[in-house]
């Protein structure tokens, strides 16, 4: 239930960066070269996440929680390494960058709400990698790749496609 009210609010948010886009005179360009590196760095600790978890629900299924637990915290680690990437983006763009007001509010709204994801995960699963025994870590594990699916769009939508949608 989590998950899908979750997803319509980012699908609204979504829908409202795609609306603006459309409607906007004008949209800056897609990002430099640079922030395209970063991006795409960030989507392998994303989908490198996605791996480790479901790794780590595979070998709690086999009882193994030393090594699911394992696997949760090199998930942590990604994590805390995609969030660190993300805030260097986020300096980069604002301050030194300076883009139209409007694209800076729509990338950092749908950042804003993904990275949120992010830190409320990181304790939730050290947590998880803490009582590994206790906690179903499948239930984990869907929260990361709903947490990922996020990103990739976000990656697409910002960093992949930076062409103008005035013509539709």
Request: hydrophobic share 60%; aromatic share 16%.
């Amino acid at each position: 239930m989590f998950l899908a009210a979750d997803g319509a609010l980012f699908l609204i948010c979504f829908l409202a960066y795609l609306y603006l886009r459309w409607k906007a005179p004008a949209w800056a360009g897609a990002l430099h070269f640079a922030s395209a590196i970063m991006a795409t760095a960030m989507t392998l600790f994303a989908l490198a996440g996605s791996f480790t978890m479901a790794a780590a629900a595979n070998a709690q299924a086999k009882h193994d929680n030393v090594l699911a637990a394992r696997f949760v915290a090199a998930t942590v680690g990604l994590w805390v390494t995609f969030l660190i990437c993300d805030a260097m983006e986020w300096g980069r763009l604002l301050f030194f960058e300076k883009p139209p007001l409007i694209f800076a509010q729509t990338f950092c709204l749908l950042t804003g709400y993904h990275a949120l994801h992010l830190m409320a995960g990181v304790p939730y699963l050290i947590t998880v990698t803490v009582k590994t025994g206790k906690s179903d870590v499948g239930a984990a594990a869907l929260l990361t790749h709903f947490t990922n699916l996020i990103w990739i769009l976000i990656f697409v939508a910002f960093y992949m496609f930076g062409t103008d949608l005035q013509g539709l």
